[in-house]
């Protein structure tokens, strides 16, 4: 790291402020009362400014360059969305306080459950889970509960496509389910003869990523419900990657019957970094009371002069809680401030571009590189990162040269199906020069390959860090580069 850090840059004696002479006498304390050495590094404010600049620096951001990370959407989030998390009426709210002094917050809570009905199409929308993954565990345990309150305890079968995010199975057996994988026709569809093999006495559902984790949509969605259905069993629609479908297909006319969505990809709210994300669910009339609680709903109508007054409901046969009080508010407010200012017809648009902008891309990058599924994608679309005639490079070694050339690496051996696969998602927010500006690279980091393969086995060159080993860093974790001596 080129970086000192801030312990190394103190210089003893060196003040960032200088405080008036004290006015007040000084008292004696008991030795054992205060520290003599605090040991803290001593810089003047210049030095301090520079050195959170620099460090502010040294990590990537969506507002500092193009960022096409495969299945995460990062599309620009709207500054404004910030303006309205840190209105202090909201910022400043607590969980606890009476709901008659909240009214504000739990009408943009309603108002967003209203507005994620009305996109999805399904009956009864929850805001609380914390992310995308906790959302499916809400289905997962609603199509438990579900089976549970039918009798029906043979249900124990979940199926999964093989192009599902990597979530879907984690949550199905951390409910209880015994998983199945189901394989990909050669179109990149679930498998029909494979899925009529498992629809049997003992299905308890189906988990279905569309667009599945290959960026294409299902042609033969509606067959592939009905049949799971007509087994017994239930659709559970992952919707993280709702972005392609905004304004054009409503999910729960489709004939899913639950569906998490992720606030934090499709409705612009900051996400990476491990900070807070929302991922709500939506329910079939049928499955409205297996809801977490609380849902924020109308308690008493209002009129021409009084709002209506807000309050908390608690479905009958609920699953139970996920989450303290009522879910990440600040990400929710976000992501109604981001549907507020877009409308219907801007949510429309948005849908279209971020498929346009990925079909533009992939028609660039196909050129170059190998597409296994050669259709019309949707957000997103998937290249093979390797070439027969340059067996020694790899996929990692063409994200890390992207990385010379400015740009963050797609998502990296992801979906598993793909042999050494790249994941592109360009996302709405990107301007047609910077989609050819990436192309351009990809064109130029293919022909390196074959001219000089070292380069990209050995890059990145031009980052604070070289290559690193990354099982290493991922596994024994040093979040302190620097112990205080004493
Ligand atoms: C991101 C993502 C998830 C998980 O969402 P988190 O908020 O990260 O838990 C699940 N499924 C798909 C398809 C995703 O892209």
Redesign the pocket.
């Known amino acids: 790291m080129t970086e000192k850090t801030i312990y190394e840059l103190s210089q003893p004696g060196r003040r960032g402020v200088a405080f008036p002479e004290s006015d007040v006498p000084t008292a004696d304390l008991p030795d054992n009362f205060a520290r003599h050495s605090l040991n803290l590094p001593e810089l003047s404010e210049l030095d301090v400014i520079r050195h959170f600049t620099n460090i502010s620096k040294l990590n990537y951001s969506i507002d500092g360059g193009f960022y096409p990370l495969g299945?995460?959407?990062m599309k620009y989030n709207p500054k404004i969305n910030e303006a309205a998390a840190r209105i202090p009426g909201f910022a400043h709210t607590h969980p606890l306080q009476p709901i008659v002094s909240v009214q504000g917050n739990l009408y943009v809570m309603y108002q967003l459950q209203e507005w994620m009905q009305a996109l999805s199409g399904f009956h009864r929308v929850c805001l609380t889970p914390?992310?995308?993954?906790?959302?499916?565990l809400v289905g997962a345990l609603i199509i438990k509960k579900y089976h549970d309150v039918n009798q029906n305890h043979k249900r124990v079968k979940i199926l999964i496509p093989d192009s599902?995010?990597?979530?879907?199975p984690a949550t199905s057996s951390m409910s209880g389910f015994e998983v199945v994988s189901l394989p990909s026709d050669d179109r990149g569809n679930v498998d029909l003869e494979a899925l009529k093999a498992e629809c049997d006495d003992t299905l308890a559902g189906l988990m279905l990523?569309n667009p599945?984790?290959l960026g294409l949509f299902d042609e033969n969605v509606e067959e592939v419900i009905n049949m799971v259905h007509e087994a017994g069993g239930l659709v559970y629609g992952?919707?993280?990657?709702l972005n392609a479908l905004l304004g054009i297909i409503r999910p729960g006319d489709v004939g899913f019957d639950i569906m998490?969505f992720?606030l934090?990809?499709t409705f612009s709210t900051p996400?990476g970094g491990g900070g807070p994300?929302?991922?709500p669910v939506g329910v079939s009339e049928y499955l409205a009371e297996y809801l977490p609680s609380p849902i924020v709903t109308v308690i008493e109508e209002g009129d021409e002069e009084t709002p209506p007054f807000f309050g908390f409901y608690h479905p009958e046969n609920s699953i139970g809680r996920m989450k303290t009080f009522y879910g990440h508010f600040g990400v929710i407010l976000r992501a109604y401030t981001y549907i507020a200012m877009h409308g219907a017809k801007g949510l429309r648009n948005i849908g279209e571009k971020a498929v346009l902008n990925a079909n533009y891309l992939m028609a660039k990058v196909k050129e170059d590189y190998v597409l296994p599924y050669d259709r019309t994608c949707m957000h997103e679309f998937v290249v093979e990162g390797a070439w027969d005639d340059v067996p020694d490079v790899h996929a990692l070694d063409i994200s890390k040269r992207l990385m010379d050339y400015g740009f963050h690496p797609p998502t990296n051996y992801f979906p598993l199906i793909v042999h050494e696969a790249l994941m592109i998602e360009p996302t709405e927010t990107e301007s047609k020069q910077t989609l050819d500006a990436f192309a351009d690279a990809m064109k130029a980091i293919a022909k390196e390959a074959r001219e000089n393969p070292e380069l990209l086995q050995k890059a990145p060159f031009t980052t604070p860090l070289r290559r690193c080993d990354e099982v290493k860093a991922a596994r024994d974790l040093v979040l302190c580069c620097w112990i205080p001596e004493d």
């Open positions: 299945s995460c959407t914390a992310a995308g993954a906790q959302g499916e599902a995010h990597g979530t879907n990523t599945n984790t992952d919707g993280a990657n998490h992720n934090h990809k996400h994300g929302s991922g």
